[in-house]
């Protein structure tokens, strides 16, 4: 037995009797409900995903929703697809729900003073909410990563290493995290054997689950995007995520805990010493690329845990009260007016609360869309808001003879209304625009088209002969 099962054993379990557990899952599931039936998420990559599993279910053609590859979350909700987001977005919750479940063992299973408040604000942290009740990858991955850990704390390193393949399967960027898990396979009994088991089974699982990329794309998967944010636009996502006051009380709660840390260090507490590696690991990784906050999801229960472990006793619940009640009410929020402006507010709505709001305006926009004054033989460039389309309008497809979706790593593909002649496009290069125009097509654009246009390919769609559609629900960017 590791020393960490030994303190686990000692301190006692959070959630030892059948309605504790019982209540636990009924407070998440009401928590998320409200959220369930409203699309697969506000980002536009959660409605690739569904497209992928659309097409993979019903055509039995794979295209990834974007590269690198996401195969399991693509796959696995191909099993459901067909029943709706409510379907899928219900998968992400259980998922989320088990990871819940994963955590408090693990908390068990260290010597920590404030358990239960730990698992509290694991559990409602308005990221980690609102990322539970859509169709995204984050919370698939962040899963399989509490199951790795969960594996490897109870000396089952070749467990871990499948389950560390399934976390690589849902996002390949998890694959750093298996730094941290080596070195603590490396402080088990047969240390070396541990991690040979532990990298044998991850290679193996993840190489079998990235096959349909290798068969479909060869190695031109394996891609690198540049981040289209610095760290201060990471910064204010930051902060509109978790609440500034959250972020300087838990700042502050770090700076107060450097003594307790230099001395776990001094005396080699591995647990510490590991949970300190994958925190440096995630604040290297978002300041490589600082693209979401999202892409911190999977580091944050090694952060909540490590200052959960050392931090103050009203510091800590103070940390938590802010960041669970950020979900509803934001104190000292930034809201960004376009045009490089922005206003501050003391008080405005909290996050869960603007998601569910964003979510029902892009289903109304969605929904509505086909509506709009389009003529015949024309292309219209939708930019993110394309997979949504694809996915609501059933007139719309990548093939004349069915409902079909559109492999969005390809430049130049998209969907089409065939009956119309109208074709709906991400974006258009200069010069597939030039000849368009030529062809006699009419061109229209979207909102926040044009900027991205310039953005991405350095011209102007205003002085190109095109025609701007204005949608209703303009602030709302999938």
Known sequence: MNSVQAHGRGAGSILHRPYDLLLVVLLFICSRAPLLNLGFGLDADAWRIAGSA?????????HTSRFPGYPVPEFINALVINHGWLATNCLTMLLSLFSVLVFTRIVEMH???????????????????????????????????????????????????????????????????????????????????????????????????????????????IRHYPSPSGLLQSGYLAVKHFGLPALIVLSVTICLSGGSLRNAITRKNKQIIFLILSVVLALIFFIVLPYHTEYIIPFLPFILLLVYQIGKRPLLILTSILIISHAFVAIGSVKHLGN??????????????????????????????STASINEHSVVIMGPWLPILAYLDENVSSVRTSKRMYDCNLPSAGVRDFQHDVSYRYLLTSDELEALLKEGFKVYYINGVREYTIEVYGFDLAFCNTTYVPLEGKGINP
Not at 54 to 62: G, K, S
Not at 115 to 122: N, W
């Open 54 to 62: 659309f097409d993979i279910r019903n055509h039995l053609v794979y």
């Open 111 to 221: 010597e920590l003073r404030h358990k239960l408040l730990t698992v509290a604000t694991y559990a409602f942290l308005p990221i980690l909410w609102i990322n539970s009740t859509n169709t995204m990858d984050y919370m698939w991955s962040l899963c399989f990563i509490m199951l790795t850990w969960y594996a490897l704390l109870n000396d089952k390193a070749l467990i871990a290493g499948l389950m560390m393949g399934m976390a690589v399967g849902s996002r390949l960027q998890t694959l750093i995290l298996a730094l941290p898990f080596i070195y603590l396979c490396y402080d088990h009994k047969d240390g070396l054997n541990k991690i040979i088991q532990f990298v044998l089974s991850m290679f193996a699982s993840s190489i079998l689950l990235y096959s349909p990329l290798l068969i479909t794309y060869g190695l031109s998967f």
């Open 340 to 369: 490089r402006k922005a206003q501050v507010r003391v008080f405005d709505v909290g996050t869960v609360i603007t998601n569910y709001a964003a979510r029902k305006q892009q289903l109304a926009i969605g929904r509505n869309f």
